[in-house]
């Protein structure tokens, strides 16, 4: 079965840097897409990052544009996310997610999800 | 960006009630919309796509409806393991956008 399996996180302080990982087993990793979302009590859920299979092409939300950078290495069947300049409204869970495929950007696996705190 | 307004926040029910969530988006987003359930401590579950199409493995009691800008979800019969938070999503327009959230309750 799909399982994505996240490490990183933790607490870091306003302009540290931190990275998180997400590890997929269970389907063919290189042909999807993957995207990062976070959720925190005062926005709800939001989606971060896109990457697509290929990783040739990568999105990012304006609110994290030019501070956290998508990655992924194919063989090890992995993502991840470089997040930088971090800010203290950049405190959510932040959760991988397998894209449902083709045309289709919905989330259709998700990661356990990992709590960052910026403080 | 498009904004996903979903109604009511909050709704008290009971096991068997056919339960009905709204979501509006602020301008055309058909069909390019999806449900999701969350329960607390864990992560979203993808319920519904493109408006009424059921994810595999989700129960029937389950459907999804609408168009334009205005979308339903509806839980035919409430069972106890339905009480958890829906949203809903959309993709036609990056960046993709989730409503605020519905929680459902036990009355």
């Known amino acids: 079965q799909v399982q994505l399996v996240q490490s990183g996180g933790g607490v870091v302080q306003p302009g540290g840097s931190l990275r998180l990982s997400c590890t997929a087993s269970?389907?063919?990793?290189?042909?999807?897409?993957m995207h990062w979302l976070r959720q925190s009590p005062g926005k709800g859920l939001e989606w971060v990052t896109f990457i697509r299979d290929d990783g040739g092409s990568k999105y990012y939300s304006d609110s994290v544009k030019g501070r956290f950078t998508i990655s992924r290495d194919n063989s090890k069947n992995s993502m991840y996310v470089q997040m930088t300049n971090l800010r203290t409204e950049d405190t959510a869970v932040y959760y991988c997610?397998?894209?449902?495929?083709?045309?289709?950007?919905?989330?259709?696996?998700w990661g356990q999800g990992t709590l960052v705190i910026v403080s | 960006d498009i904004q996903l307004t979903q109604s009511p926040s909050t709704l008290s029910a009971s096991v068997r009630d056919r339960v009905t969530i709204t979501c509006r988006a602020s301008q055309n987003v058909s069909p390019w919309l999806a449900w999701y359930q969350q329960k607390p401590g864990q992560a979203p579950k993808l319920l519904i796509y493109?408006?009424?199409t059921l994810e595999s493995g989700v129960p029937s009691r389950f459907s999804g409806s609408g168009s334009g800008t205005d979308f339903t979800l509806t839980i035919a019969s409430l069972q106890p393991d339905d009480f958890a938070t829906y949203y809903c999503?959309?993709?036609?327009?990056?960046?993709?956008?989730f409503g605020q959230g519905t929680n459902v309750e036990i009355k």
């Open positions: 999503q959309q993709f036609h327009t990056y960046p993709w956008t």
């Open positions: 997610a397998k894209d449902l495929g083709g045309y289709y950007r919905y989330f259709d696996h």
């Open positions: 269970g389907f063919n990793f290189s042909n999807y897409g």
């Open positions: 493109q408006a009424s």
